[in-house]
């Protein structure tokens, strides 16, 4: 500590000027250690403070929308027993395929909040995969707004991304986006 006053000293010296005086709470001496707050072991740790704050509805819910290729889907939820509902079919009725249905339940596998959530899903547009990733980007998104404090993990895993991802557009003078007519030699 001596040498940093001692090199502002000089400093000071050749510039003309004064030299800065040390704060007081950064000089301490070694014999005596400057004394820390004491450490209690005995309640739980205080849960974070979100930077967000929870938006609910009037009847206690969490409204998201959740977008995928073509499919939109407009996403409620509440706390329950971990029912899905989309378009007023349960789960395994309007998503047959169980990959569909295990897209659908990755945010509460992130979050680890199985069967915590009853969600009501109203899809339009897309096919049945666009549609599957527009419910999960919804209940993502509805999730972080129910508890802020899951933004985190919810965030890392990418879920709050919207996957842009979407078909070209058809070209003129081409068959498809990019393919070519049949060429004829002849």
């Given amino acids: 500590m001596s040498d940093t006053r001692q090199s502002l000293a000089d400093l000071a010296t050749l510039t003309g000027q004064e030299a800065p005086a040390a704060p007081a709470a950064a ?21 974070p403070t979100p930077l967000r704050e929870q938006i609910i509805d009037k009847q206690g819910r969490a409204y998201a929308t959740g977008r995928r290729k073509d499919a939109v889907a407009r996403v409620w939820i509440k706390p329950g027993s971990g029912k899905i509902t989309v378009n007023g079919r349960d789960q395994e009725v309007y998503f047959a395929r169980p990959t569909l249905r295990l897209v659908i339940n990755q945010p509460f596998g992130v979050a680890e909040r199985d069967g915590q959530y009853d969600v009501i899903a109203t899809v339009t547009g897309g096919g049945l995969s666009g549609q599957a990733g527009a419910v999960k980007h ?6 972080t707004r129910y508890e802020p404090v899951l933004r985190a993990p919810v965030k890392a895993a990418g879920f709050l991304t919207r996957d842009s991802r979407a078909v070209e557009r058809k070209k003129y003078g081409k068959a498809k986006a990019r393919r070519s007519f049949q060429f004829s030699k002849r």
Avoid: H, N, W
Avoid at 33 to 45: H, I, K, L, N
Avoid at 138 to 143: D, F, N, R, V, Y
């Fill in 27 to 47: 000089v301490t001496t070694d014999a005596a250690p400057a004394a820390e707050a004491p450490v209690s072991q005995s309640g739980p740790a205080p849960a």
């Fill in 138 to 143: 919804g209940i993502a998104q509805a999730l």
